[in-house]
């Protein structure tokens, strides 16, 4: 399973937008891109999930380069309720679902 | 609605006084995982269970026990609980056949051992 890297934490201000990148090296062919938030003293929510170049929905970018080493969480115009903490998961969908969680990226939304 | 369900959701106990944590989801999900989370550490998967009666470790499996007996339930053991077994777990599911392997995760049972 591939290793994620992700930086420890962000400050941000309300109606700016946001990029996250996690960094994947090992990535493998049946392997996708998935991130998840979570709030504090909650159970971690899927955002978006994707396999290469970009996907959008209501909530959120994807961004994932051709070689797909890296991909970049995008929240647009963040606001107070967005600080949470954004793991980055590289999912496998041969054989094992071992889901690897890393330490996640602490967004801090300032006013 | 479709949701994981942990009991309980609190709970103080003594060292080596056993106890079981339970996890039910009405998803029919086949998989099913449980996960710790301790500060700076993020989530480390404890058990994980592919189907009824499949059941395999995760990365911190020592000191616990699971059974997957019917494919709704997941109970977490810990035969002899010890202090360093004080944090905050999250039980998940999710369907094998779904593509995008969407983990569905309980609200958490904060666990404190003296």
């Known amino acids: 399973l591939a290793k994620t890297t992700q930086p420890i934490s962000m400050d941000s201000y309300e109606g700016q937008e946001v990029n996250i990148t996690c960094s994947h090296n090992?990535?493998?062919?049946?392997?996708?891109i998935t991130w998840y938030q979570q709030f504090p003293s909650q159970g971690p929510r899927f955002i978006i999930q994707?396999?290469?170049t970009k996907v959008t929905n209501e909530v959120a970018s994807l961004f994932i380069p051709a070689d797909r080493k890296s991909s970049t969480l995008s929240l647009p115009r963040v606001s107070l309720s967005d600080t949470a903490v954004y793991y980055c998961?590289?999912?496998?969908?041969?054989?094992?679902?071992?889901?690897?969680f890393g330490t996640g990226t602490r967004l801090k939304v300032l006013a | 609605e479709a949701q994981v369900t942990q009991n309980p959701r609190y709970l103080i106990t003594v060292t080596g006084k056993k106890l079981t944590v339970t996890c039910s989801q009405n998803?029919?999900?086949?998989?099913m995982s449980w996960y710790r989370q301790d500060p700076g550490l993020g989530l480390r998967q404890i058990y994980y269970?592919?189907?009824?009666?499949?059941?395999d470790k995760g990365d911190v499996p020592e000191g616990y026990k699971v059974s997957r007996k019917e494919k709704r339930n997941f109970p977490l053991i810990l035969e002899s609980p010890s202090p360093n077994q004080t944090s905050l777990y999250f039980c998940?599911?999710?369907?094998?056949?779904?593509?995008?392997?969407?983990?569905?995760f309980g609200e958490g049972s904060r666990l404190t051992v003296l």
């Open positions: 998961l590289v999912v496998t969908t041969s054989g094992t679902y071992k889901y690897i």
């Open positions: 998940a599911s999710s369907s094998q056949g779904d593509w995008t392997g969407e983990l569905f």
């Open positions: 998803m029919n999900h086949e998989y």
């Open positions: 994707g396999y290469k």
């Open positions: 090992n990535i493998a062919t049946n392997d996708y």
């Open positions: 269970s592919m189907n009824v009666e499949v059941t």
